[in-house]
């Protein structure tokens, strides 16, 4: 692509990165109100959440320059945030912990992120939170592809009831499955489409329900189970 085209997208890259900053309070001299800065604040996180930390495993983790984080590791074991302890599997590494003191200055850090973070967020509607968190999954996704999951975290699922917007969603995927694995046409999405307009249409809350899958608020998947007589019922779309 030349300079020229990408010159609009890296504006609107830009302009993004400045107003996130903002939102998040990235500018601000202390994270949070907080004696520390983001840097500082993030470090404290992986001591607090993860146990027998070199100074390497943190600075690899964080992407850190060793000399940065040396001076930050400096300063926390002054203000006897942290300790020092030979590995007993190799004396030559030296494994990092907070002290009691430590955990007493992140645990409101913590918390005061948390509220922020709940704060944004409660602000929105439902939908609204499934698009910002579907939106940050996908920045994520394309920008590190390859990136493993965090130590200790899993993946977030929801199966819930339908709602607007989910049908046309199920009527896309449906056409391109089918497509991509039994070469069908786009007679098939009008096939599928007149199965979600019946079900909307005559849709019957005691005995019918659409479900639909989300992972990490990304659809991924439906199901619909359907009245086919008094006493029968069928599974579609699946």
Same mark, same amino acid.
């Given at each position: 692509?030349? %300079? ?14 400045? $107003?996130y900053t ?13 004696? $520390? ?7 404290? @996180? ?44 190799? +004396? ?9 003191? +430590?955990? %007493? %200055? ?15 967020? +409660? ?13 940050? %999954? ?43 694995? @039994?070469?069908?046409?786009?007679? $098939? ?6 199965i979600v ?19 990490? +608020? ?21």
């Amino acid at each position: 692509m030349a %300079q020229t085209d990408l010159n609009p997208r890296i504006d609107t890259v830009r302009r993004f990165n400045r $107003f996130y900053t903002r939102a998040i309070g990235v500018l601000q001299e202390g994270w949070l109100n907080s004696p $520390f800065s983001l840097t500082e604040a993030r470090v404290l @996180y992986e001591l607090a959440h993860r146990e027998r930390l070199t100074a390497t495993v943190v600075g690899n983790s964080l992407e850190l320059d060793p000399g940065y984080l040396s001076r930050i590791l400096c300063s926390f074991e002054k203000r006897g945030l942290i300790e020092k302890t030979p590995s007993e599997d190799d +004396g030559r590494q030296i494994l990092l912990a907070l002290t009691g003191e +430590g955990r %007493q %200055q992140s645990a409101p850090l913590e918390a005061r992120t948390i509220q922020q973070v709940g704060g944004m967020l +409660g602000r929105l509607s439902e939908r609204e939170q499934r698009q910002l968190i579907g939106a940050m %999954q996908t920045i994520k996704k394309i920008l590190a592809p390859e990136e493993k999951p965090e130590s200790g975290t899993k993946a977030s699922y929801l199966l819930r009831p339908h709602q607007p917007g989910d049908m046309g969603w199920v009527v896309h995927r449906q056409g391109v499955l089918y497509a991509q694995e @039994y070469g069908y046409d786009e007679e $098939f999405e009008a096939f599928t489409a007149e199965i979600v307009a019946k079900f909307i249409q005559h849709y019957d809350a005691k005995r019918e329900r659409c479900w639909i899958a989300e992972k990490d +608020g990304e659809l991924v998947g439906s199901v619909f189970l359907v009245a086919k007589s008094r006493t029968t019922a069928k599974l579609r779309l699946l």
